[in-house]
């Protein structure tokens, strides 16, 4: 009897373990990412052999940058631009929203990294990106107290869409806003005028044709890191 009730404790304590760790799987899953060593590509790797490999676990420093006319690609092949009316607009928990003019963007400090954009299971696109860091925007807007996670605001072929991360990602620069890559303009097909580099994050979290980068006081990093193919990298 006490052998049989010994068993019913462990596995009940074994099952609600498992609840809880499913309940609070979204917040602990990139906690767990982020303690995994990075694997150090080797030089010559074939990018597309890491179609289902999470780039958060990716050590690229070694791959070469791909020519543009190799990049894969999904969902809108352009979207409507007009540089004397576009604006990016700079919002929410800022003591002064302001927007941004195209010519404007281009005359911020520059950054320019090779990162690895993967959309699961498609493709891989490792590039050399040219842009701007979130914390210029940062600087220019001024935030208010807490603000914790900022959304970026772009679009897809199934109509407007938002992102989010955390504001610690925008401060070291692991996510930008990008204009060229490989020393070219960004094509429409890839986000034309501004789209996201989140170094770390499945591509289908790069928004392209970003418009509006709103800074919030809630959000946890990377809850909604997960492979998707609902929207367009």
């Given at each position: 009897?006490?052998?049989?009730?010994?068993?019913?404790?462990?596995?009940l304590?074994?099952?609600?373990?498992?609840?809880?760790?499913?309940?609070?799987?979204?917040?602990?899953v990139?906690?767990?990412?982020?303690?995994?060593?990075?694997?150090?590509?080797?030089?010559?790797?074939?990018?597309?052999?890491?179609?289902?490999?999470?780039?958060?676990?990716?050590?690229?420093?070694?791959?070469?940058?791909?020519?543009?006319?190799?990049?894969?690609?999904?969902?809108?092949?352009?979207?409507?631009?007009?540089?004397?009316?576009?604006?990016?607009?700079?919002?929410?928990?800022?003591?002064?929203?302001?927007?941004?003019?195209?010519?404007?963007?281009?005359?911020?400090?520059?950054?320019?990294?090779?990162?690895?954009?993967?959309c699961?299971?498609?493709?891989?696109?490792?590039?050399?990106?040219?842009?701007?860091?979130?914390?210029?925007?940062?600087?220019?807007?001024?935030?208010?107290?807490?603000?914790?996670?900022?959304?970026?605001y772009?679009?897809?072929?199934?109509?407007?869409?938002?992102?989010?991360?955390?504001?610690?990602?925008?401060?070291?620069?692991?996510?930008?806003?990008?204009?060229?890559?490989?020393?070219?303009?960004?094509?429409?097909?890839?986000?034309?005028?501004?789209?996201?580099?989140?170094?770390?994050?499945?591509g289908?979290?790069?928004?392209k044709?970003?418009?509006?980068?709103?800074?919030?006081?809630?959000?946890?990093?990377?809850?909604?890191?997960?492979?998707?193919?609902?929207?367009?990298?």
């Amino acid at each position: 009897m006490q052998t049989r009730r010994r068993i019913l404790k462990t596995g009940l304590r074994l099952a609600m373990w498992c609840v809880t760790t499913m309940g609070l799987g979204l917040v602990k899953v990139p906690v767990l990412f982020s303690e995994i060593k990075k694997r150090i590509l080797p030089k010559g790797t074939d990018p597309q052999s890491l179609k289902t490999t999470n780039p958060e676990s990716l050590d690229t420093r070694n791959l070469e940058v791909m020519p543009l006319d190799a990049f894969g690609i999904m969902g809108d092949k352009d979207y409507p631009f007009n540089p004397k009316t576009w604006r990016l607009e700079v919002t929410g928990a800022v003591e002064t929203p302001i927007g941004f003019s195209y010519e404007q963007i281009l005359k911020f400090p520059v950054i320019e990294r090779d990162v690895i954009l993967v959309c699961p299971g498609v493709f891989v696109n490792h590039g050399r990106w040219k842009g701007f860091s979130i914390r210029e925007l940062i600087h220019r807007a001024k935030l208010q107290k807490n603000v914790s996670s900022i959304n970026v605001y772009g679009h897809s072929r199934f109509g407007d869409r938002m992102e989010t991360f955390h504001i610690d990602e925008a401060t070291s620069d692991t996510v930008f806003l990008a204009y060229a890559v490989n020393n070219t303009p960004l094509p429409g097909k890839h986000g034309y005028p501004l789209r996201i580099v989140a170094e770390g994050h499945w591509g289908s979290h790069w928004a392209k044709y970003v418009k509006k980068i709103e800074f919030t006081e809630s959000g946890s990093r990377k809850t909604t890191d997960l492979p998707r193919r609902d929207l367009d990298p």
